[in-house]
């Protein structure tokens, strides 16, 4: 309950991007991290597919070790460039 993201001074211009594909017989845990992507600040980018612009591989290591998620089920992506990404840069009050 006491995770949380920390938000730099100033951004690292770097996406994050968390895919996710997890078994429909753990639908409790999938339903739980959506929950908790929200309440750390992640949004909806697609499908299982969610983004945030702050480093928080430590954070969803966590996640991954408190869920019991494999890497085949979940992973972060850290991206430099993302096309149109104007309306994100809104969302988080990126420049």
């Known amino acids: 309950d006491n995770l949380k993201i920390n938000k730099p001074k100033r951004w690292d211009g770097k996406w994050r991007i968390l895919l996710f594909d997890i078994a429909e017989m753990k ?14 600040g992640f949004v909806l980018f697609q499908k299982s597919a969610w983004i ?18 494999s890497s085949k089920e979940i992973k972060l992506i850290v991206a430099e460039n993302i096309e149109n990404d104007d309306d994100f840069k809104k969302i988080f009050n990126l420049k």
């Open 27 to 40: 639908r409790n845990y999938r339903e739980a991290l959506r929950g908790k992507l929200i309440n750390l």
């Open 52 to 69: 945030i612009p702050y480093d928080c591989e430590k954070e969803i290591k966590i996640l991954k070790s408190f869920f019991g998620l």
